[in-house]
């Protein structure tokens, strides 16, 4: 007993100094976002944004650039010329300029995965030009960080944008047969998050195009709640459907060695808008039901095409093959996936056109 | 050596004195020791042929028996003997003695000392003694809405005669005690012949007997010394001013102990959940009973956790702060100096100073000082800065939280178990309050009450005894005494009767 006591008055007297550091709240400048550029020589620059909350409850936006060679280096740049210590767990977006990407950024993206103060859940995107503009903007009320998180969230919870953050990615990038991709933000008068970035490893190789995307996250994901727009040839939007609940599955065929892949997607939706004249009755229905087959089909197909071509498959469908397949073989699935025959199957059900008074 | 440590034969004839050399062996010596204090009456009462000789304490005797029933009877020419005196006065219990030790004691305990003359040794013992006691009020500390509106008073007799008449049966059982050595404090240790677990009573008697001590004021000077661990937080006895109460834990097989001056009853075997039960609970609906209980349940987990919690993660683990908190937690706390733990504790500490100040002053100027206490000082501190609001808001709502418990001396508890945990969620975070927790946890486990484990029915499970925990199922339910009592009659009641429905239709 008086040993214990001994030893605990030892404990308390010479390792008081050995406690954990403080983080205290108030005084961290707490990193909402951060971009990556590449400067003219071929230099990284790291942008990012920390929120300084105001008494009266408005929040201004610090914007600090640098550059290096390293993201600690940037880091330690940065280090010095903001007034409190940068802490990162609060992360909420990363953003890559497309020249980044391009390059790879398997490394960029480890120094996140590693900290374990950073979320698992903070989301990724590609821009489609410079980041630091995306991060330098006013925007509304909050921060550019805080402004970017929740514009992302709302996209991917209304089903607009496949989901995307630190976890998929890397669970993409790691999985047999599986290729990741992230959401591309295109900058114009307004900053959009709306276009797809289509990963080859690490390494950015191509992307689709907005009127893609619910096609592509149909084909990838059960999805609910975004809005399909129905076309005539002239390109002219005539109807809008609203997705209930779309499921997909995937059937690679009787011959497992020679899969005939079919991606089937069952979609229920409510016929929001129609741009018609006359009356919408059954008959109507139906024949809308069949142009928006015909068109996510074409789309699906177009997709394929494209993700073949880049022998890219954010869709996972080698991962799918694995599953049925004891003896997969990533190698020998890399070469088989670019000629594999591989079509969508769209069966659209409107529900209901809406209820008149 | 030897002579002087031998201790004296215990001899009836005498009358030991507190100084253990000395004794008072004759009657003479024993009126010449009484008279010393001045409120003993010594004097002689003429009657007719005769004259009685009249000696007593005074501030023990009720004047109106001695004059009504004693001196008014005796006034007659018949009496020729203390045989006489005795059948004469209407009084039952009258002694006839030349016990000193006896004589002692009656007169200390309220009788009077009637004899023909001074130097007589041998006396008839009279019983008048004078009771002042509070009158039956209602219950302030447990106090209910519905339901019986009786408390114990200071009078063991009084409290006696509250539960028996609620529990009329003979198998009921009080076994009496006197404990101190000044104070000679009457205690009662009640149960159910038949019901209890004999060990249970065994034990509380033996404890009860081995008590050690002089001055015995109150029935928690006895949860202090006879408890399993007199030196944990935790109370291991219940103790309640609820007659009702009583009468309802000795139908489930426990024990009861009262102390005569105390107006609280100590009821044992007890476990921890029963500390969050209000007896108010069985007056209403089960549900809306059992949902008090679980929200009486969660405000103590609450009050106990949630301002180490906010320490813990503003001192370490801002990452958990969701992104929308950020902003107000950062704006209340950007004015104030002070890292979150001395902001905490100065926080605690002003609500157990307004606590500890409302509970010492009289209630009228008690009001006021809550009242004072609570706006002034909290918005003040705000205001200038000292705290955050969202710190005084968590504060707050721990401290209503931690009153919660319909068992005061359960409150007092969890109030002071926060400081260890505030001290380790700022030393090592969540780890610290996790590690904290642990400590509390062990400790609840090992403790005992009457050698019955107090977490029970939590640890070890006991499904059975959930029944009336956290959770309270309607009576047809509970047709089983607890486990954890271990009673003798384990069955209440036919589960099959009281499940019957009593519709004639059926």
Request: proline residues 4%.
């Amino acid at each position: 007993m008086k040993k214990i006591k001994v030893m605990i008055t030892l404990c308390l007297l010479l390792l008081s100094g050995c406690s954990a550091s403080n983080e205290i709240v108030d005084e961290l400048a707490l990193i909402s976002a951060i971009g990556f550029d590449l400067t003219d020589d071929n230099k990284l620059q790291g942008t990012i944004t920390v929120p300084n909350f105001q008494s009266d409850k408005t929040v201004t936006t610090e914007v600090f650039t640098e550059t290096g060679t390293l993201i600690q280096e940037i880091e330690a740049k940065l280090n010095s010329e903001a007034n409190q210590p940068l802490a990162i767990g609060k992360l909420e977006v990363i953003l890559y300029n497309e020249k980044v990407a391009k390059q790879g950024i398997r490394k960029m993206k480890d120094v996140f995965v590693r900290d374990p103060s950073v979320g698992s859940r903070a989301r990724m995107a590609v821009v489609e030009g410079n980041t630091k503009d995306v991060l330098t903007r006013e925007y509304w009320t909050h921060g550019a960080g805080l402004y970017l998180a929740e514009m992302f969230d709302q996209n991917f919870i209304n089903g607009r944008m496949p989901q995307s953050n630190i976890h998929l990615f890397t669970f993409a990038l790691y999985s047999k047969g599986m290729d990741p991709f992230l959401p591309l933000v295109s900058v114009g008068k307004m900053v959009k998050i709306n276009q797809i970035a289509l990963f080859k490893e690490d390494k950015y190789v191509g992307k689709l195009p907005e009127d893609k995307t619910f096609t592509f996250h149909a084909m990838k994901d059960n999805f609910q709640d975004a809005t399909y727009m129905i076309k005539k040839e002239q390109g002219e939007v005539s109807a809008a459907v609203n997705n209930i609940m779309s499921t997909r599955t995937v059937d690679f065929g009787e011959n497992i060695k020679d899969p005939k892949i079919t991606i089937n997607i069952r979609l229920e939706g409510i016929l929001r808008e129609f741009k018609t004249e006359e009356e919408v009755d059954k008959q109507k229905v139906n024949k809308i039901e069949k142009q928006m087959e015909d068109q996510m089909e074409q789309e699906a197909k177009e997709i394929i095409q494209t993700l073949q071509e880049l022998n890219v498959d954010p869709l996972g469908l080698g991962n799918k093959y694995r599953g049925l397949n004891r003896n997969f073989d990533e190698k020998k699935w890399d070469e088989m996936y670019k000629d594999l025959d591989i079509t969508a199957n769209v069966n659209v059900i409107i529900r209901e056109f809406g209820i008149r008074r | 050596m030897k002579l002087f440590r031998k201790k004296p034969k215990k001899n009836k004839k005498v009358s030991q004195l507190l100084d253990q050399s000395k004794q008072i062996s004759s009657m003479k010596e024993l009126m010449e020791y009484c008279k010393e204090s001045n409120d003993f009456v010594h004097y002689e009462h003429p009657i007719k042929n005769q004259s009685l000789w009249l000696s007593y304490y005074k501030p023990l005797v009720e004047a109106e028996i001695l004059h009504r029933d004693i001196l008014e009877n005796v006034d007659e020419e018949t009496i020729h003997s203390l045989q006489d005196l005795m059948e004469s006065i209407p009084i039952e219990n009258v002694v006839i003695t030349k016990d000193i030790g006896v004589i002692h004691e009656k007169l200390l305990s309220g009788h009077i000392m009637i004899r023909f003359h001074e130097r007589d040794t041998k006396c008839v013992l009279v019983n008048a003694p004078l009771k002042k006691t509070r009158s039956i009020s209602v219950p302030e500390v447990e106090f209910s809405v519905i339901g019986p509106k009786e408390s114990f008073v200071e009078s063991i007799g009084t409290n006696l005669n509250l539960i028996r008449y609620r529990l009329p049966i003979p198998e009921l059982k009080v076994k009496e005690f006197t404990v101190g050595n000044l104070s000679k404090s009457k205690v009662a240790v009640l149960y159910v012949d038949g019901i209890t677990n004999q060990e249970n009573v065994n034990t509380v008697i033996q404890r009860i007997e081995d008590i050690e001590f002089d001055e015995l004021i109150d029935s928690s000077y006895i949860t202090q010394i006879i408890s399993d661990n007199p030196r944990s937080l935790f109370p291991q006895l219940l103790d309640t001013e609820r007659p009702d109460r009583a009468v309802s834990v000795l139908a489930e097989g426990k024990i009861v102990i009262l102390v005569n001056g105390s107006p609280h009853a100590l009821i044992a075997p007890a476990n921890l959940t029963e500390f969050f039960a209000a007896f108010e609970d069985y007056f209403l609906n089960p549900i809306i009973a059992s949902a008090f209980r679980i929200i009486r349940f969660f405000s103590v987990v609450f009050s106990i956790l949630v301002t180490p919690i906010y320490v813990a993660v503003l001192t370490y683990h801002y990452e958990l702060v969701p992104k929308d908190l950020m902003g107000t937690l950062i704006t209340s706390r950007e004015v104030v100096p002070l890292p979150p733990i001395l902001e905490a504790v100065f926080l605690e500490l002003t609500i157990e100073l307004l606590r500890e100040a409302g509970a010492r002053l009289p209630t009228k100027v008690g009001q006021t000082i809550g009242i004072v206490g609570g706006i002034v000082i909290g918005t003040a501190s705000v205001e200038a800065g000292l705290t955050s609001n969202v710190l005084l808001i968590i504060v707050a709502l721990a401290a209503l939280a931690s009153f919660t418990t319909p068992v005061y001396k359960m409150g007092n508890t969890i109030r002071l178990i926060r400081f260890p945990f505030l001290l380790f969620a700022y030393l090592l975070g969540f780890l610290g309050v996790v590690l904290s927790f642990c400590f509390l946890l062990a400790h609840l486990l090992r403790l005992t009450s009457l050698g019955r484990p107090f977490l029970e029915p939590i640890y070890p499970p006991r499904l059975k005894d959930m029944k009336d925990s956290v959770i309270r199922f309607p009576f047809s339910w509970n047709t089983k005494r607890p486990i954890q009592l271990q009673t003798e009659k384990t069955q209440r009641f036919s589960a099959k009767k009281a499940r019957k429905r009593k519709d004639i239709d059926e």
